[in-house]
């Protein structure tokens, strides 16, 4: 059974750079999976932000590329987020979330979430 | 940029009731990049169809997905009362790539 953790501060002053880590256990970074970061800001819905490949391949969020780097660490089974000259407006729960690709473009494991406040 | 509206933004029902709940896009989608999700407080969300009709493993038979084109559906035949929380739609679009959810629908106890 594969699950996701994210870590991370929970407090991150404006203008600075959010950086999150999702650990994966229960099984390796495969070369069939993706791996995306979703957030959620509080009272609204879910906003993709990027994701990675097992080879480091990413795509991101047009509304947000400018300022996102989305790694992977395959030794570390990790993927890693940053998001750079944060506001109040990327306050939100973060998850991270796996795509099997070789079965479709949905997510099937996700992390609990971890709450990021941007303030000061 | 194909846009997803999900409908309606909130239902109370009881338990018990048939609920179909309706995802439309901007503009025509293959049904392989449409999902469903289930959400509830404090919970990561969980993935309940993929390719628009297909039940992720360990979902119940009372959950099914339709559509085809812009107009596509998830139905609970029978709400238990775990089912009550936020269901999104999501969308795969592969030029550029970019996942898409729809803004969700609350399915309240009434």
């Known amino acids: 059974q594969v699950q996701l953790q994210e870590s991370g501060p929970g407090l991150v002053k404006p203008s600075e750079t959010l950086a999150l880590i999702c650990a994966v256990s229960g099984g390796s970074i495969r070369n069939t999976d993706w791996w995306s970061w979703v957030r959620q800001p509080p009272g609204k819905g879910l906003e993709w932000i990027g994701e990675i490949s097992h080879s480091g391949r990413t795509n991101y969020n047009p509304s947000l590329r400018s300022r996102v780097t989305i790694s992977v660490d395959k030794s570390k089974n990790q993927v890693s987020l940053k998001l750079t000259s944060v506001t109040a407006a990327d306050t939100a729960v973060y998850y991270c979330a796996r795509n099997p690709l070789s079965s479709g473009w949905y997510f099937d494991y996700w992390g609990q979430g971890t709450l990021v406040t941007v303030s000061s | 940029e194909i846009v997803l509206t999900q409908s309606p933004g909130t239902l109370s029902l009881s338990p018990g009731e048939r609920v179909t709940l309706s995802c439309r896009a901007s503009?025509?989608?293959?049904?392989?990049?449409i999902a469903w999700y289930q959400h509830k407080p404090g919970q990561a969300p969980r993935v309940l169809i993929y390719?628009?009709?297909r039940r992720a493993t360990g979902i119940p038979d009372r959950f099914s997905g339709s559509g085809s084109g812009t107009d596509f559906t998830l139905t609970i035949s029978r709400l238990e009362p775990e089912d009550f929380a936020v269901y999104y739609c999501q969308l795969y679009g592969n030029s550029p790539p970019l996942f898409t959810f729809g803004p969700g629908t609350r399915v309240d106890i009434k």
């Open positions: 503009q025509s989608v293959s049904g392989s990049y």
């Open positions: 390719d628009a009709s």
